[in-house]
């Protein structure tokens, strides 16, 4: 099934308390990090999520202009960033300051390869931003082939394709959002703080990035902040880890659990860049919409469902796929410690 959604996690209207979003576990040594988060927000009619959703997808690795640096740093919970100011073609598109490349979890890699996500370690010295992070590893299916051409509508053929050249630059140490935020902000515009968007891209399990996906046109035109963030795929994000033979304790997917983290980051760092916490959207298509829903049975392992109470799905067919090769990664993961 091919999916698209959105979700507003936060508060009934009625008592006006903050929901709580799922746990973040942290595996065992070191300090312990705080496990859970809180995703607020008002509610959005099915129209407007869609036309969201729409715009979000159609600005997919959309062109852009120049770049500076931005005149401020942003000061979060583990360091400070600097941005770059990102101009936009078209006279009605005001810039966008852009935060790529951000870590919002400590690599996973080495002893951490199959751990829960934790917590970014802090950094002392001012971080540029103005660079993607690698991709998470995985293998894409074949999409130069004579039988994917006979069997892929050419436009999806296309896109795919378009969409492979973003996804060369691969590495486990891969835990990084990107942050598009209208540049009334960085030029100290009156205005109050803004609502967020988070894309959790889905074009599969298996493979993917948020790379690809520039939040800049949405983020100008509808005056939010938008975020987009890769997790981990194939065997390392959606392998059930849990080693109870019983079948009784939670399923333990990291890849979920990334972008929980990520979630958490997002609560805790936003509002030094001028959004509000207590307005957090969630997007997705395909995979990513279906991640959207997945916690309020797994929650990062804690048994505690996610307040469903702001969420909004679409489904339709997907008269595509192929086959899942998850052995395909073999040989990469072999070949680190």
Known sequence: MQHAGARRTGSSGSTGRRGVLSSVSHGGGGAERRPCCRVPGRRLSAAGMAAVVAVALLTAAGGAGGENRSPRVV????GKLRGAIRALPGKDLRSVEVFLGVPYA??????????????????????????????????LPELWGA???????????????????????QA??????????PSLVADKTGHGALPVVVYIHGESFEWGASNPYDGSV????????????????????????????????HIM??????????????QENIGAFGGDPGSVT??????????????????????????ARRAHVRLGL???????????????????P
């Open 253 to 266: 997917n990291h890849g979920l659990m990334d972008q929980i983290a990520a979630l958490h980051w997002v």
């Open 147 to 169: 039988r994917e051409e006979a069997a892929m509508p050419r436009p999806r053929l296309l896109h795919l394709r378009r969409l492979a050249n973003y996804l060369t630059h």
């Open 75 to 78: 000061t979060t919970k583990y």
């Open 318 to 336: 997907q008269p595509l796929g192929h086959r899942g090769q998850p052995h395909a990664l073999r040989p990469q993961i072999r070949s680190r």
């Open 172 to 181: 486990e140490d891969c835990l990084y959002l990107n942050i598009y935020v």
């Open 282 to 307: 969630l997007l997705g298509h395909g995979t990513g919409a279906a991640c959207i829903h997945f916690p309020d049975g797994v929650n990062g392992g804690s048994g505690r469902p996610l307040p």
């Open 218 to 249: 949405l983020a100008a035109h509808g005056h939010v902040i938008v975020i987009t963030l890769n997790y981990r795929l194939g065997p390392l994000g959606f392998l059930n880890t849990n080693a109870d033979p019983s079948g009784r304790g």
């Open 106 to 139: 400590t690599p996973p890699t080495g002893s951490n390869r199959f751990s829960p996500t934790r917590t970014p370690d802090p950094w002392k010295d001012e971080r540029l931003a103005d660079q993607y992070g690698p991709v998470c590893p995985q293998h």
